[in-house]
Nanobody, 131 residues
């Protein structure tokens, strides 16, 4: 059974950092596309960052404009985990953050614009940033 379990959320003040982790298990074939998505109250879910590992190192990473330069996505295949390092957090980063994964047909299916419907999702971890 596929499982994605997020951890690392919490409440922080603006300007501080958090690292989210997603532990993946149960995949028959390792997903080559993983991503972080978020949904704030009253807003649609948006893709924050994605990582495609299907073509080897270096991995392809994609970010939504609002987090570029502040967030870094990474994947540790040996540990089957994906992380999101979030620096310089802003109140507008407050949301439920979800991990998602799937084995996609190619990296064009794994950008922040195209990876919205990945097949497997975690339960989410809440990030609250106060001003």
């Amino acid at each position: 059974q596929v499982r994605l379990v997020e951890s690392g959320g919490g409440s922080v003040q603006a300007g501080r950092s958090l690292t989210l982790s997603c532990a993946a298990s149960g995949f028959t074939y390792s997903p080559n596309c993983m991503g972080w998505f978020r949904q704030a109250p009253g807003k649609e879910r948006e893709a924050v960052a994605t990582i495609y590992t299907g073509e080897g190192i270096p991995y392809f990473t994609y970010y939504t404009d609002s987090v570029k330069g502040r967030f870094t996505i990474s994947q540790d295949n040996a540990k089957n985990t994906m992380n999101l390092q979030m620096n310089s957090l802003k109140p507008e980063d407050t949301a439920m953050y979800y991990c998602a994964a799937e084995h996609t047909a190619g990296r064009w299916k794994c950008t922040v614009d195209t990876a919205r419907d990945l097949g497997y999702w975690g339960q989410g971890t809440l990030v609250t940033v106060s001003s």
